[in-house]
């Protein structure tokens, strides 16, 4: 169940839209680890490996989730608004959508960082916070199957079609820019 988080992607930022995409199968992907060791673990004391799977999940959507926010709605949601194409004004109720999915995700995940990290730091979780836990994660699990299911099915391919090369290239730059050091 390990992924290492600086693993490399399937794509390159040559290729942005499906860099964004391969972020969303770690999303999926991380958000089960934490999912199943809750499920599994019931908020019991955790062993070594699991709490590693934990801290590595969180230190995930710690620092990649902001920055897959940004590639959204800071390069690739501008471009799309810009073109001036019918098929991405039709796509603005959608992108207004995203973004609030993106809002309500954040208050999510801060939800499940402070009681993984009450989890890691007491040793065990009470019965109600563990409760209250597998529920944050059913609804970002919920909420994320909706919205990466939009974004790859119907956004990135329509922006595919309706952005230029140029556009793209100049989104790849913005998203190796925002992972500089």
């Not at 109720?93 to 990290?117: G, K, M, P, W």
Request: aromatic content about 4%; some cysteine.
């Amino acid at each position: 169940m390990l992924l290492k988080i600086g693993r490399r992607a399937d794509h390159g930022f040559d290729e942005p839209l499906g860099l964004l995409s391969d972020c969303h199968r770690r999303i999926e992907h991380f958000l089960s680890v934490l999912t199943l060791i809750t499920e599994q673990t019931g908020g019991v004391a955790l062993d070594a490996s699991e709490r590693v799977q934990l801290e590595g999940a969180l230190q995930y959507f710690a620092v990649a989730g902001p920055r897959h926010t940004a590639d959204e709605e800071e390069s690739l949601f501008p471009r799309l608004e810009a073109s001036g194409n019918p098929q991405a004004e039709e796509a603005l109720e959608t992108l207004r959508r995203l973004e609030r999915d993106h809002l309500e995700a954040n208050d999510l995940h801060a939800v499940v960082d402070r009681l993984v990290r009450q989890w890691l730091r007491d040793g065990t979780l009470p019965l109600e916070t563990t409760r209250t836990l597998d529920d944050t994660l059913g609804r970002l699990r919920s909420l994320y199957g909706q919205h990466i299911a939009v974004e790859d099915q119907q956004l990135f391919p329509a922006a595919a079609r309706i952005l230029s090369t140029d556009d793209l290239h100049q989104i790849g730059r913005e998203m190796a820019a925002r992972r500089s050091r």
